[in-house]
C-alpha cells in the first residue's frame, strides 16, 4: 500500500524559510514520480515541483522557481521541499504525490495517483 505521509507545515514571516518532508511508503523513487502541489484557500490546486523518474528531470513551476528546491533520500524514501525567500502568496495546504506525469519539457504535473494528506504553510507579512 501506497501511503505519503508529509510534515514541517508552519507559520513563518515573509522572507523565512521552511523545509517540508515527505515520508513515503509502498513504493520506491526508482520507479514513481513524486513531487508536491499546493492549494490556497478558494483557488486552484497548482503542481509546484517534481521529479521525473524516468531521467531524473525536476520541474518547479514559474512562481516558486529559484526559491523552492526538492528533493529526494532515497535510503530513508523521503522527498524534501526546501522553500526560501517565502512570500504571502506562498500560503497554502502542501500535498506530497506519487506516480504522475511530471515533464519540464511541457512545463506541466498532472495525472498524479497518490496524495498525502497534506500540512498547512502560513506566510505572514
Known amino acids: 500500500e501506497v501511503q505519503l505521509v508529509e510534515s514541517g507545515g508552519a507559520l513563518v514571516q515573509a522572507g523565512g524559510s521552511l523545509r517540508l518532508s515527505c515520508a513515503a511508503s509502498?513504493?520506491?523513487?526508482?520507479?514513481?514520480?513524486i513531487g508536491w502541489f499546493r492549494q490556497a484557500p478558494g483557488k486552484e490546486r497548482e503542481g509546484v515541483s517534481c521529479?521525473?523518474?524516468?531521467?531524473?528531470?525536476?520541474y518547479y513551476a514559474a512562481s516558486v522557481k529559484g526559491r523552492f528546491t526538492i528533493s529526494t533520500d532515497n535510503a530513508e524514501n523521503t522527498v524534501y521541499l526546501q522553500m526560501n525567500s517565502l512570500k504571502p502568496e506562498d500560503t497554502a495546504a502542501y500535498y506530497c504525490?506519487?506516480?504522475?506525469?511530471?515533464?519540464?519539457?511541457?512545463?506541466?504535473?498532472?495525472?498524479?495517483?497518490?496524495w498525502g494528506q497534506g500540512t498547512p504553510v502560513t506566510v505572514s507579512s
Open positions: 504525490v506519487a506516480d504522475g506525469l511530471c515533464s519540464v519539457t511541457a512545463n506541466l504535473m498532472s495525472d498524479w495517483t497518490y
Open positions: 509502498g513504493f520506491t523513487f526508482d520507479d514513481h514520480s
Open positions: 521529479i521525473a523518474s524516468r531521467d531524473g528531470s525536476v
